[in-house]
């Protein structure tokens, strides 16, 4: 039979069960919160897009940048 974990063990392990279940929960507001996550938050404060820059450069418009 196994040996029990140590303290240190016990408490990575009951960390890591925290932390998933915080990732995977529902959100506090019951999911009605925003449909934004962090990736598209973050390149819409850097005002990041992508679908002008295809499309300019499909028209002949603007070139890639560099």
Known sequence: MAAS???DEAAAIAAAIERFVA?????????????IGPWQRAALVEGVGAK????D?????SQWPS
């Open 23 to 35: 990732e995977t929960s529902v959100a506090p507001d019951g999911g009605r919160g925003e449909a």
């Open 5 to 7: 974990p140590s303290a």
């Open 57 to 61: 450069h499909l028209q002949g418009g």
């Open 52 to 55: 002008g820059t295809v499309q």
